[in-house]
């Protein structure tokens, strides 16, 4: 089978790469290394199998090409990370809804399936729990920047269910939640290795808000098999899927344990939202 991961070299799409790789299939990453990088794909960037196309899902003609030469693309590219989104509303908006549409316009009318990674932040303030792919979503106001990522992220969604619905696209969509594992960076303000880097320092472990907050996190392997296997599935064509794990932990339970496993001396302290992110922040 021939691949086209977009975002390739970031840290879930270079996974995925990898272990697409392993099973044996041809491999097209496309990534504009905004937040990516080409020491994630340090394994396999000499495989014969594996190319590495230097450039933006924002560029439809390349996304064409490149969906052309392709069975299946994955669609992981994406402006990520609550700091970068608070500090690039309007170019992660962009890139997070036409990136995705000239994907979808790509495989118009061609026989390709697309699989497009949504995330568990479209279930907002949601209190209902577990969330279940049929829920309502409940969103924060428009004001507020941290809900763009989710506003585009839930438009995504949309464009694929119209897609499939007008133009015949073969849609999966995945809404990852909380992930984490080898490579992933604490550059865009993700808690663990932020976390983990903070504790091996012996540095002041910040946990922001109340640190009642909690989410579920997910071993990055675990989401690259769930990936795997979804896309072999035929009834899952035209879906939407909860990919995550089930097991909560607060915010400050995550410190503590991170304190306790790196055996750190690092004090754990509360940083107010307004402290820890400069352009406004309601947390979930
Ligand atoms: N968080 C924290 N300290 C940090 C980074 C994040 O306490 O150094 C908190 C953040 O406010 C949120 C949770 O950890 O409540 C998860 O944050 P992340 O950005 O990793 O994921 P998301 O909020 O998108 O689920």
Redesign the pocket.
């Known amino acids: 089978m021939r691949l086209l991961i977009t975002g390739a070299a970031g840290f879930i799409g270079s996974h995925l790469a990898e272990r697409f790789l392993a099973d044996g299939h041809h491999v097209v990453g496309l990534d504009n290394l905004s937040t990516g990088s080409m020491d994630n794909l340090a394994s396999i960037k000499d495989s014969d199998s594996f190319e590495c196309v230097i450039g933006s899902v924002r560029d439809q003609s390349l996304v064409t090409e490149l969906v052309d030469q392709c069975d299946v693309a994955i669609h992981m590219a994406a402006a990520v990370?609550?700091k970068y989104i608070l500090e690039r509303p309007s170019y992660s908006i962009h890139t997070n809804v036409n990136g995705t549409e000239n994907l979808l316009h790509a495989a118009s009318g061609r026989d390709k399936l697309v699989l497009i990674a949504s995330t568990s932040?479209v279930y907002g303030k949601s209190t209902k729990t577990p969330f279940n792919e049929a829920d309502d979503l409940v969103l924060g106001s428009t004001a507020n920047m941290r809900w763009s990522y989710a506003c585009a992220k839930a438009l995504d969604e949309c464009l694929a269910l119209a897609y499939a619905q007008e133009s015949k696209v073969s849609t999966i969509i995945t809404r990852l939640f909380?992930t984490t594992g080898p490579r992933q960076t604490g550059r865009y303000?993700?808690?663990?290795p932020?976390?983990i880097e903070q504790a091996m320092s012996n540095e002041p472990i910040?946990?922001?808000?109340s640190?009642d907050?909690s989410?579920c996190f997910s071993h990055v392997a675990d989401i690259v098999e769930a990936i795997v296997k979804i896309i072999n599935v035929p009834k899952a064509v035209g879906q939407v899927f909860n990919i995550g794990n089930d097991q909560e932990i607060t915010?400050e339970g995550l410190a503590q344990m991170i304190k306790d496993m790196t055996d750190s001396k690092s004090e754990i302290i509360k940083v107010p939202?307004e402290q820890?992110y400069t352009h406004g922040f309601e947390?979930m």
């Open positions: 990370g609550v932040e909380n303000g993700m808690v663990v932020n976390f910040t946990v922001y808000g640190g907050q989410r915010i939202y820890a947390d």
